[in-house]
């Protein structure tokens, strides 16, 4: 069966340190995949795209990696701040540019 | 503000009554998504269109659903005869979807439905 699957626990770090975000899915071949991020009681919002032929992406501090063997993605925050306590999504393509979205990870960061 | 724009924000009903939402998308966008997001769990898929053509309906998405996008222009999903499991927040996504290329979609506040 399809399944994408993010930690359903909450990764709590501390502030200026890295937080890593893991995205795995099985039985799918997305084209591309993006990460979102989504604040309680909000629509999510856009952050990066990554295509199947591009290994890594950066935006500011932000970097996603994509790795179509494994069939993995890790989103990267580096310097993080308390600003960035939220819950990200990982989508996948799965045709006609429909999406399919992750349970999603929330992170949180402490000052 | 250019975003996109959900109706209402919050919706409580009782049960067996009919509900409907409506979504204005981001006025160039030409693919607008409906989406069913329950708590804990990331948005799924309902259905979407290209301008006023519904391409794509979830199995998720029973014949007591419908939605319509006339003219191409906002669009309005309707839950007929609701039941409690229909409570679940809905979003609405718009994007410029174009042939071959990446699909960022742009959501709404979304409109959390309460069905008691």
């Known amino acids: 069966s399809q399944k994408i699957e993010q930690n359903s626990e909450a990764l709590n770090i501390q502030e200026g340190k890295t937080a890593t975000l893991t995205c795995n899915y099985t039985?799918?071949?997305?084209?591309?995949l993006q990460w979102y991020r989504q604040d309680p009681g909000r629509g999510p919002v856009f952050l990066l795209l990554i295509r199947e032929n591009e290994k890594e992406k950066r935006k500011e501090r932000l970097k996603v990696t994509f790795d179509t063997t494994l069939k993995q993605s890790l989103f990267h925050i580096t310097a993080s701040q308390p600003a960035d306590s939220a819950t990200y999504l990982c989508a996948l393509e799965t045709g006609f540019q429909k999406l399919v979205f992750g349970t999603g990870t929330r992170l949180l960061v402490s000052p | 503000d250019t975003g996109v724009s959900q109706d209402p924000r919050h919706k409580i009903t009782k049960r067996g009554q009919n509900v409907t939402f409506r979504c204005d998308p981001i006025s160039e966008h030409n693919r607008l998504y409906w989406y069913r997001q329950t708590l804990g769990q990331g948005p799924e898929f309902l259905t979407y269109?290209?301008?006023?053509?519904?391409?794509?309906k979830s199995r998720l998405l029973s014949d007591r659903f419908s939605a319509e996008r006339p003219k191409g222009s906002f669009s309005t999903l309707e839950i007929q005869r609701t039941e409690q499991g229909d409570s679940a927040m809905y979003l609405c996504?718009?994007?410029?979807?174009?042939?071959?290329?990446?699909?960022?979609?742009?959501f709404g506040p979304g409109t959390r439905l309460t069905v008691l």
């Open positions: 269109f290209q301008n006023e053509a519904q391409l794509e």
């Open positions: 039985n799918y071949s997305p084209a591309y």
């Open positions: 996504a718009s994007s410029l979807g174009s042939s071959g290329g990446y699909n960022e979609q742009f």
